[in-house]
């Protein structure tokens, strides 16, 4: 439903929006003003005189072995396809090597929900993991795998969590959260938990001092009113429990899965700007925001920095759930660091809280 007022910026740049003002914001406000007022947000958070960070990561799929069959997925088999598998830890091991000797720092870690893999095969294989490479930030299991493996082990999610941090996962990636509406939810993945279940489970996760990040995968069949209900699951929760150390949002690839066939359109460059600049605006309890350049490519990843982002995620030295979907960005850490000078910005290599390990400065490079 198209909204007939015309947004009161000033009024609005000072104060926490309400779902109805967020909706308005996004229908109603032209391109380059809205993103004035999330760079302003942004300001707010991450002066200029700070640097764009970015993080040294790599994301391994430990199985694509998976019975949530979401349709927008274009990476998983069901169990007993041939096309299945389950990394053996010679192979995780080797990838991570890669990864330290390359100065990465973060190993972000998710499969499918394998009805094989109970929570003795995680400990077994974080224990192995923090033994060969204690240094290494293991940024594992979405809430839905998490889900997945209470069921499968018979547990509650708290003595789940217990057991996975005691062999030691450090946090936990926002995977799973699609759009935190069920009847999007039903439509997409049916079989995947619903939306109460993500936030229980990043709830307990966040009383048990796991950090984590939250996300949104927009652009198939939600409205723009469901996204913003997305965002304000996560604005509740988040005053609730301040656990979540950041917001990625990423557009839905429609090439190669089952929903591609019934979406008949392309988020558009400035439909991503637009929800991304709204999302900075409306979470205005959240320090974080990520560019997605993984999905929008490079120079749009460097574009959204203007439009409330301030950290260009990770460097993705390994990527294949996206890739598998039709989308391929292949990005150095120099192309990366030089997209960041071109906005006139320092560059930082960052940890996973967030903490800076290196400052690339524009001077000089």
Not at 259 to 287: C, E, F, P, Q, W
Not at 358 to 365: E, F, N, Q, W
């Amino acid at each position: 439903m198209q909204l007939l007022t015309k947004p009161n910026l000033s009024k609005l740049s000072n104060k926490r929006l309400s779902k109805e003002e967020a909706l308005d914001l996004y229908l109603n406000t032209d391109l380059i003003e809205l993103g004035e007022l999330a760079n302003n947000v942004r300001k707010k958070f991450h002066p200029d005189s700070k640097p764009v960070t970015f993080i040294i990561d790599r994301n391994i799929n430990y199985s694509n072995v998976c019975t949530a069959a979401c349709r927008f997925c274009a990476f998983a088999f069901w169990p007993g396809d041939k096309r299945g598998y389950v990394n053996s830890y010679e192979i995780i091991y080797e990838k991570t090597k890669e990864l330290v000797n390359l100065g990465g720092t973060q190993l972000l870690l998710q499969g499918g929900h394998n009805p094989e893999l109970n929570i003795d095969y995680y400990i077994d294989l974080f224990k192995k993991l923090k033994n060969d490479f204690p240094k290494i930030t293991l940024h594992a299991l979405s809430p839905s795998e998490i889900d997945h493996i209470c069921n499968v082990s018979n547990l509650d999610t708290k003595a789940v969590l217990k057991k996975l941090m005691d062999a030691g996962l450090n946090s936990i990636p926002g995977g799973g959260a699609e759009i935190l509406v069920d009847r999007v939810r039903n439509i997409i993945s049916p079989l995947k938990i619903k939306s109460d279940r993500w936030i229980e489970v990043m709830e307990i996760a966040h009383g048990l001092g796991l950090k984590t990040t939250a996300t949104m995968m927009f652009g198939h069949v939600e409205t723009p009113e469901e996204r913003i209900e997305h965002m304000e699951r996560i604005r509740q929760l988040q005053d609730k429990t301040g656990g979540f150390t950041a917001f990625i949002s990423w557009t839905f690839q429609k090439e190669n899965n089952p929903l591609g066939k019934d979406v008949a359109y392309n988020v558009s460059t400035i439909d991503y700007l637009k929800t991304l600049a709204i999302s900075r605006i409306y979470l205005d309890n959240i320090i974080n925001f990520q560019s997605s350049w993984v999905t929008q490519g490079i120079q749009i990843g460097q574009v959204a920095l203007a439009f409330g982002a301030n950290d260009m995620g990770g460097t993705m030295l390994e990527e294949n759930v996206v890739s598998a979907a039709g989308t391929s960005c292949p990005t150095s850490m120099e192309e990366i660091i030089h997209a960041i000078h071109a906005t006139d910005r320092d560059a930082a290599q960052r940890d996973t809280q967030y903490n800076i390990i290196k400052v690339i400065p524009l001077v000089g490079a």
